[in-house]
C-alpha cells in the first residue's frame, strides 16, 4: 500500500515537472513570438489613434493634484 502511495506520489511531482509545450523553446521562437505581440500592439494602437488624438481635459489643467503636491 505505501509502495502505490509513494509511486502515485511520485508520477505527481513529475507530472508537475513536465515542459509547457505552449512556451517557444528557442531564441528565434521567442524573437518571432515577442515580434508578432508588439505588432499586435501597434495595430491596436493605430486603430484607437484618431479618437484619442486631443489630449483629456482635466480639472487641474495639468497641474498636480492637491494630494499629489506634498
Do not use: H
Not at 512556451?23 to 493605430?46: C, G, H, K, L, V
Amino acid at each position: 500500500m505505501k509502495a502505490v502511495v509513494a509511486g502515485l506520489g511520485l508520477m505527481v511531482m513529475l507530472g508537475a515537472c513536465a515542459p509547457d509545450t505552449r512556451m517557444p523553446e528557442s531564441t528565434y521562437q521567442w524573437e518571432r513570438r515577442q515580434a508578432r505581440i508588439e505588432r499586435e500592439w501597434r495595430d491596436d494602437q493605430a486603430q484607437q489613434a484618431p479618437s484619442a488624438t486631443a489630449p483629456a481635459q482635466t480639472s487641474t489643467n495639468g497641474a498636480p493634484a492637491p494630494e499629489d503636491r506634498f
